[in-house]
């Protein structure tokens, strides 16, 4: 009798902010999330079959562009690992600040999180908070001198990615120290926290 060891199908995957996502594949016995620039490997994360999801801000990675992929592992004897998955391209700028839902609970209330030191005449800077999905439902707000910024009340697991310009509600940030405030809800409960970042040109 022959036995055919069969490949694993390869995952979809999707990018929002900087978490990957996937759907299951069927009999896979775990995940690798490949992360390189051209053809170079810079990382490579193995994942539980259960995982459908990674944080990439976690690798602590330098402001490039990263092309991301994710291959579905097989069991020895019974399936090969799939194909890559399709790629997406995960950019971080000098300015790019990320942190996670889970950094408002362990924080004590009332202290500034250190943000990105911004020069204008480049990209400006894009700041993520994301939620690892235990809080849900859970929605952010971002606010600056008191007034929300338009378009950032999301609700999900995922989180949001706000980007900074030089300009906020049509005003010029000047050189220096600035206040974002960022307000998250996590399962009914309201925790925000200021974010402290330099403008230099």
Do not use: C, K
């Not at 620039?37 to 539980?48: A, D």
């Not at 235990?134 to 707000?141: K, L, V």
């Amino acid at each position: 009798m022959t036995f055919i060891v069969q490949r694993l199908s390869a995952p979809y995957i999707t990018l929002v902010g900087s978490v990957v996502s996937w759907g299951e594949v069927t009999g896979a016995g775990g995940y690798s999330v490949y992360v390189r620039i051209g053809g170079t490997q810079v990382s490579r994360v193995e994942l539980g079959s259960d995982a459908r999801s990674f944080d990439l801000a976690g690798l602590g990675l330098n402001a490039d562009n990263y092309i991301v992929t994710v291959v579905a592992l097989g069991v020895t004897g019974q399936s090969l690992n799939s194909l890559a998955s399709n790629w997406v391209l995960f950019g971080i700028s000098a300015g790019d600040f990320s942190i996670s839902f889970a950094d408002f609970v362990d924080m004590a209330p009332d202290i500034p999180i250190i943000g990105p030191t911004i020069n204008f005449t480049g990209v400006g800077a894009h700041l993520t908070v994301t939620n690892p999905g235990q809080y849900d439902p859970g929605s952010i707000r971002w606010l600056f001198q008191g007034t929300q910024i338009t378009g950032t009340m999301v609700s999900g697991i995922h989180g949001q990615t706000l980007t900074l310009g030089p300009l906020i509600h049509g005003n010029l940030f000047g050189v220096g120290t600035h206040f974002l405030t960022v307000e998250v809800s996590l399962n009914g409960v309201p925790y925000s926290r200021r974010i402290a970042f330099t403008v230099e040109r």
